[in-house]
């Protein structure tokens, strides 16, 4: 049975708490979830950007045969980009999904920090390894060419949070409301989701049963 591939949000990675925590509870129910490193290598954060992170992605899709993907923040974001290039995958789950990457950075940013970043490079917390590294420019500059909102027909569940001040819930809506095959759960968390792994399992099981079932069979 190929397992679900679940991709790694910003500045964190294949060891994260949430993706470990839901690893162990698939497991529990007899199914694989792999969890890809977007970013590999000493120096794999500081010369990432949002094309070499979907290079990855793809690489462990071709890897693992997986037909359901499972995105955390722009993990999520990046899964609805892969699917709309990939017809293999049949299911995705979205948490906490961060579409609109390039206009929302910029945004919070601004001008005067956009031109610093690109002349110094950005400084940011990576949660993965609990210190502070440095990004590149071309990050954002690569952000630029992705779609704010993939265009993905495949059966899609999105889980966020009404308490998420990193991704407004409104831009998960708003996906939502332009793919046909999308429903939105929400939940009383913040942008991690991390009190609620236990519901996001539930429902990522009931809603991946039908393809887990067929691969089963």
């Known amino acids: 049975m190929p397992p679900i591939l679940y991709l790694h949000g910003f500045a964190s990675g294949p060891g994260s708490a949430k993706g470990r925590a839901l690893e162990a509870l698939f497991a529990a129910g007899g199914v694989t979830l792999h969890r890809a490193d977007l970013t590999p290598g000493p120096d794999g954060f500081e010369r990432s950007t949002p094309l070499t992170m979907l290079a990855e992605a793809e690489r462990a899709l071709l890897a693992t045969g997986a037909r359901a993907v499972m995105g955390s923040s722009l993990g999520g974001y990046l899964a609805a980009v892969m699917a709309s290039r990939h017809p293999e995958i049949e299911r995705l789950v979205l948490l906490a999904p961060a579409f609109r990457l390039f206009s929302r950075w910029s945004a919070r940013l601004g001008p005067e920090e956009v031109a610093a970043w690109r002349r110094d490079g950005l400084w940011v917390d990576h949660h993965a ?39 407004p819930l409104e831009d998960v809506q708003a996906f939502v409301d332009r793919t046909p095959t999308a429903r939105l759960v929400t939940v009383d968390d913040g942008h991690e989701l991390v009190a609620s792994i236990p519901r996001i399992h539930r429902e990522a099981a009931d809603f991946l049963a039908p393809l887990l079932a067929r691969t089963v069979a």
Do not use: M, N, S, Y
């Open 129 to 167: 390894t609990g210190t502070r590294r440095r990004l590149e420019h071309r990050f954002l500059e690569e952000a630029a060419t992705l779609p704010a909102f993939p265009a993905v027909e495949v059966p899609v569940l999105c889980i966020a949070g009404r308490r998420d001040q990193t991704v």
